[in-house]
């Protein structure tokens, strides 16, 4: 029996009661389960038990619950949990009931431009969190799109999420998905938001086309291509669509990084500037292979529901009701029969009371399933149009807040309260916030303020700290900022990140101390203003053992002051067996001395001059020498 069968039915933590899996992949398995605490279904993601022994797995693991939780953000997954239980290590997080973008290209193939852009403007505005609060997601694809059946978009999966400070470096593997993989990400295994800015340009070609923009026949081909060959422009693939999705294509996936939008906020401008400048046509554009596909709006179905009204029969009254020891039942019985316009009255009196029963009954129906209703879905609607689809489904428009918000429309629904497809009484009032558009603010000028006082200076002016890079400066003091990327002055959305030029300082030359007694060396690296680390380890060389035998960095190389150089010692030249060469041709002298490691040089003298055979060698053969050391031959 698998994992996910063995699952299923259990309760994890005595919390969590797992009801259905819901996909499986290579690390983890998500299900569908129960909080029996606070009765609410959610997502469990639980971690192979094969793989809950290696560290690694489990840091990476605790690390996506950790990073998800930090990013309060309506596009992006909610994480409420995350603990373990037994051999189990799992995380809970918020159900999307819906289907991924890998879903949807699967079923249609590809999208109309309106529709590639609603669902690439929340995913950037998600990626834009994550970039604002410090991390790179590195795993953008389509699997990680989720759509809800109330049309919002979420991003899941931060599984590979590293902070932007951190540079990231693999060896002998890449951490990603090879269709979506930035160059550099193969090239250098390094990653800033310029990655996941990449990998949403792949995924908008993959929307507007249907296909990826690189294939190939294995995995090195793909990542060969991502390195070599630019992404096609999407109209190659589709003819007909708009030059400015070509150019938003290019903008993204631009194989240098530096002339990529330098993250999703960036990213999400352009974005946006794009569908201002399409018409109507050229975003609801139908991709050839879509045209012969019609899908039914099913807000504009009407569906009936039968309802069956039953009527309880009244049950035969056998008590004695006045103690005479006849019940009511026999009395009837033996009553004489009524004369016709009694039994007219009863009969009467008895339809009466039936339809009275079938109105109550009616009433009772039509009381419970009438007076209640569904909050309408309203996002992205204007406020006018709002209010008429409230009005139309029976309810009030109550409180109108207003805020600021980065990706919905000025003027336009951001959220409702209660939300789309609450259950409400009718004629409740519905709570609308309506968007004011991006909140800007200016660019502070941070020049020659120290790091901590610049990051400081950027959170008051409602702007985040995005990636720092250091660079060498004789005029601005180490640790201060040089500049920033934007530029000071230049206008922003509020909460972009803003990447900061930090100094070193001066540069300081690194003084060579190979072949010098550790003490002598440490003495002139402090002079230069540099640290001295001693390495554990020592290696053999052409220095006395306990002399330095090489440094990092090296002769030549500069480093900030205070910067470290580490330093390792000698253990003594190599001592190898040196061949017996006496007696040899010169040629074949010189392959056997300079095979085994050493350096050769020839005493001819005058009755040499001529000679080729080796009459003496300075050190006999089979005795030991340093590596790399000289033996001379005598030739005469």
């Not at 205070?562 to 017996?580: H, R």
């Amino acid at each position: 029996m698998t994992l996910q069968d063995a699952l299923v039915g259990h309760v994890l933590d005595g919390r969590y009661r797992v009801d259905a899996r819901i996909a499986a992949g290579g690390m983890a398995t998500v299900y569908r389960a129960l909080d029996t605490r606070l009765d609410r279904v959610l997502a469990l993601k639980v971690m192979h038990p094969a793989l809950a022994a290696d560290a690694a797995f489990v840091e990476r693991f605790i690390r996506e619950a950790k990073s998800a939780a930090r990013l309060d953000h309506p596009n992006v997954v909610q994480v409420f949990d995350q603990g373990t239980d037994g051999s189990y290590v799992y995380m809970a997080m918020e159900y999307v009931s819906g289907c991924t973008l890998r879903d949807v290209l699967r079923e249609r193939g590809a999208l109309r431009p309106r529709a590639a852009l609603d669902i690439l403007e929340p995913v950037l505005a998600a990626l834009g969190a994550a970039h604002r609060a410090g991390f790179v997601h590195r795993d953008m694809k389509p699997e990680n799109v989720l759509i809800g059946d109330d049309g919002r978009v979420k991003v899941a999966d931060f599984g590979l999420v590293r902070s932007v400070d951190t540079v990231t470096s693999t060896t002998g593997s890449v951490l990603g998905t090879v269709a979506y993989l930035a160059p550099e990400q193969i090239d250098q295994g390094t990653a800033d938001p310029r990655v996941d800015v990449y990998a949403c340009g792949v995924v908008l070609y993959e929307m507007l086309t249907g296909a990826k923009p690189h294939s190939g026949n294995s995995p090195a081909q793909v990542l060969y291509r991502h390195i070599n060959e630019d992404v096609p422009p999407p109209s190659a693939q589709v003819p007909g669509l708009a030059p400015r999705l070509d150019e938003l294509v290019a903008s993204a996936t631009a194989r240098t990084p530096e002339a990529r939008p330098y993250d999703a906020v960036a990213l999400l401008a352009e974005a946006r500037e794009a569908r201002a400048a399409l018409t109507g046509e050229q975003l609801d554009a139908v991709p050839p292979q879509a045209r012969t596909v019609e899908h039914e709006n099913a807000e504009n179905r009407t569906s009936v529901i039968p309802r069956a009204l039953t009527v309880p029969r009244p049950l035969p009254v056998n008590e004695d009701d006045d103690g005479d020891g006849v019940s009511r039942t026999a009395r009837f019985r033996a009553a004489p029969v009524p004369p016709p316009r009694r039994s007219r009255r009863l009969i009467l009196t008895v339809a009466v009371a039936v339809l009275l029963v079938l109105g109550a009954g009616t009433g009772v129906w039509y009381i419970n399933s009438g007076q209640f209703t569904k909050v309408p879905p309203l996002l992205t609607k204007t406020e006018t149009q709002a209010r008429d689809r409230l009005k139309q489904a029976g309810l009030e428009v109550g409180k109108v807040k207003r805020a600021y918000d980065d990706t919905v429309e000025r003027g336009t629904v951001i959220s409702t309260d209660p939300a789309p497809g609450a259950r409400i009484r009718d004629h409740d009032a519905v709570t609308l916030t309506v968007s004011l558009g991006p909140e800007t603010v200016k660019v502070p000028d941070l020049a020659d303020l120290p790091l901590a006082q610049a990051r400081q200076r950027l959170k008051a002016a409602g702007l985040e700290p995005g990636m720092v890079t250091r660079e060498f400066s004789a005029d601005v003091d180490q640790g201060a900022v040089i500049s920033t990327v934007p530029g000071s002055g230049t206008e922003r959305h509020a909460g972009s990140a803003i990447a900061l030029t930090v100094s070193k300082g001066s540069p300081v030359d690194v003084p060579d101390v190979t072949g010098d007694d550790p003490a002598d060396a440490e003495q002139e690296l402090t002079a230069a203003g540099l640290k001295v680390r001693i390495a554990s380890e020592q290696v053999n060389s052409p220095y006395d053992k306990g002399k330095v035998a090489r440094q990092s960095p090296g002769d030549g190389d500069q480093a900030a002051a205070g910067d470290t150089v580490t330093l390792t010692l000698s253990k003594g030249p190599q001592m190898i067996e040196v061949p017996d060469v006496t007696g040899d041709s010169v040629d074949d002298a010189h392959q056997a001395l300079e095979g085994a490691g050493f350096k050769v040089e020839e005493d001819r003298g005058i009755l040499g001059l001529f000679g080729d055979t080796v009459k003496k060698q300075s050190v006999e053969g089979g005795k030991t020498a340093p590596k790399g050391s000289t033996i001379t031959i005598t030739i005469r």
